[in-house]
């Protein structure tokens, strides 16, 4: 499952009508265009209840104080710069939290699995990323 940064631009597309994101995508260089036409490609693909969830959460994370939302990206920038095979894992781990309810999650990130499968460093990406910007819904 694909883990979507609120802080990019593209995400503000996913409400837009169709002539409104052409536009904006008019708006772009070649390279922003692609990439945003990539992420709206994916979120129309998307099942309208995961359109809802992925919509929800670019809301709370826009509701978050900006030092909050700093330190989201920031937090996404750490885990992105991971090398490629430890990247997978916490992205799957943060793919997991984003689909459990709260005591399930809670269980996952206090189980002795997670503390051994995971870097001090890493576990705090993914708590963090987790209460900041993957709420449950």
Known sequence: QRLVNPANP?????????EQRERAFEQMNP????????????????????????????????????????EVRGLLTEANTLPPP???????????????????????????????RFSTEEQRVITRLADAWLPPF
């Open 86 to 116: 430890r990247r997978v894992l916490v992205r799957q781990a943060l793919a997991r939290l984003q689909n459990l309810p709260d005591a399930d999650r809670d269980r996952f990130l206090n189980s002795p699995a997670f503390k051994t």
């Open 10 to 18: 593209a995400t503000r597309l996913f409400r837009m009508a169709p």
């Open 31 to 70: 390279q922003q265009q692609e990439s945003a036409r990539k992420q709206v490609e994916w979120f129309d693909g998307l099942p309208k209840e995961q359109q809802a969830i992925q919509l929800r959460r670019i809301e709370h994370f826009e509701q978050l104080p900006p030092e909050q939302r700093a």
